[in-house]
């Protein structure tokens, strides 16, 4: 549900917590104790990554059980923000009074670390996210913060342009669904060209995980991630989603200890489907004014997209009420037929010669087009099987290359368990996918057998 946003712009210092602070954040809210228990745990160490005390001092006025929920941290997400506080100071050294926008980020203390006196920040995030936030970030005349959902554009109205934006959206777009993305990206480069937006991504094989309950302790279970992209399709979504959508590049991104290179680096296929942080940059150039429409409003999916139970369900519904129909049309044109023979054997010089010569050539036609529909669904589900079987080799590889590494048998038992859940949802994908597809050309099959009938209806009744 879209809030209408409204402005903070209280002057109030930053100013320590009198007493232990209790979150109240459930589901995709309750995110952004797990990224500042990554950058606090990140920024405390001598051998850090992050210089992050707004940070630390945060974490240690919360009330909340951080280890026993996210369990020991990794790092990965203070590298994160590490990472686009780089290209923040580089894009600020180039619009030293420019505008950030950071959606969703929060308790993110970017705005902090990367403060150059004179930019200026806005935080656009959900009304209970920005209470919290808040308590630890005051906002200012330079930072402001709007309680409203990113996806209520009304957050775009009324900002000032000229000196240049940035947007960043850390952590947010893979909790959106695949249309909502498209239709924010596709707006943001409507109403902003010229700017820079940097945001990460999951890859679809972890989405799919988290769409069957991933934990990442036994108290914690990750929220559902609807929106996956592999690495090696990114730049080109991206411009099919919006021609200013054009200059892609990617951050590096990896762990703060450990191996020089990502695990699966240099392995192809793994390569690929890995987190991932891009940076992006809006063109300028002129487009269609029906751009953003269609890519808010648009309703297409794609034909090899699984679909749900309901869909297949719905699918073969009318599958089967289009075969019931066309068989009792059919009824009824064979019987006109049956009783225009008997008329014709009776009295062979009354007979309906017309509707005769048409018999033949109507059938031919029907079935030549019925079966060519056939054919060509046939190759569409060799393709498909094709694609399912070169993923599960991918992931049989790279569950081989985890398994490998893996440091202890607790290690490799959880690889296994993550590989068998995996697994069990991919499958259930394929074979709704499968399903759905069968259905799709059973109705496409009977399509030219339906007009044939009909035409023949209307002319016999």
Request: glycine residues 6%.
């Amino acid at each position: 549900m879209n809030v209408a946003p409204s402005f903070s712009t209280n002057s109030t210092p930053n100013l320590p917590a009198a007493a232990l602070s209790i979150p109240h954040l459930t589901y995709v809210p309750e995110t952004m104790l797990w990224a500042l228990y990554n950058r606090a745990a990140e920024a405390e160490r001598t051998d850090g990554v992050l210089a992050d005390p707004d940070s630390v001092r945060i974490h240690k006025s919360i009330d909340y059980d951080f280890q026993g929920r996210f369990g020991s941290p990794a790092g990965s997400l203070a590298v994160r923000a590490a990472a686009i506080d780089d290209v923040l100071r580089q894009w600020l050294k180039r619009h030293p009074n420019g505008l950030v926008v950071s959606l969703g980020e929060g308790l993110e203390t970017q705005s902090r670390r990367v403060d150059n006196g004179t930019m200026r920040w806005l935080s656009v995030d959900l009304p209970e996210a920005i209470a919290f936030r808040e308590q630890f970030l005051k906002p200012t005349d330079r930072f402001r913060h709007i309680a409203a959902s990113a996806l209520d554009v009304a957050w775009m109205d009324g900002l000032d342009t000229e000196r240049g934006v940035f947007i960043v959206a850390q952590g947010l777009l893979m909790y959106l669904r695949p249309e909502a993305v498209r239709g924010l990206l596709s707006t943001i480069a409507d109403r902003f060209p010229g700017a820079e937006m940097v945001f990460d991504v999951v890859p679809r094989w972890f989405s799919s995980l988290t769409a069957i309950g991933l934990r990442q302790t036994p108290q914690y279970r990750l929220p559902p991630m609807p929106w996956g992209l592999d690495r090696d399709e990114a730049t080109s979504t991206l411009r099919r989603w919006h021609p200013r959508l054009t200059a892609v590049a990617f951050l590096d991104y990896r762990l703060p200890r450990g191996p020089s290179q990502p695990a699966g680096s240099h392995v192809p296929m793994l390569r690929t489907e890995r987190p991932s942080l891009i940076h992006l940059t809006i063109g300028t150039a002129p487009c269609p004014s029906t751009t953003r429409i269609q890519s808010m409003t648009s309703n297409q999916t794609d034909p090899r997209a699984p679909g749900t139970i309901g869909d297949m369900v719905a699918l073969a519904r009318q599958t089967a009420g289009s075969g019931s129909d066309l068989a009792v049309a059919a009824g009824q044109v064979i019987a006109k037929r049956v009783a225009l023979g008997v008329a014709a054997a009776v009295n062979p010089m009354a007979a309906d010669h017309a509707e005769f010569a048409r018999m033949v050539p109507e059938k031919v036609e029907a079935f030549s087009a019925a079966g060519m529909v056939m054919a060509a669904k046939t190759e569409e589900v060799r393709s498909q099987l094709t694609r399912f079987a070169s993923h599960e080799v991918m992931t049989a590889t790279r569950a081989a290359f985890e398994m490998a590494t893996s440091l202890n048998p607790m290690s490799l038992m959880e690889a296994q368990t993550r590989f068998a859940q995996a697994w069990f949802g991919r499958a259930h994908s394929n074979f709704m996918a499968l399903g759905m597809m069968a259905l799709r050309a059973q109705a496409a099959a009977l399509s030219p057998l339906q007009t044939a009938v009909a035409a023949n209806t209307e002319r016999l009744a």
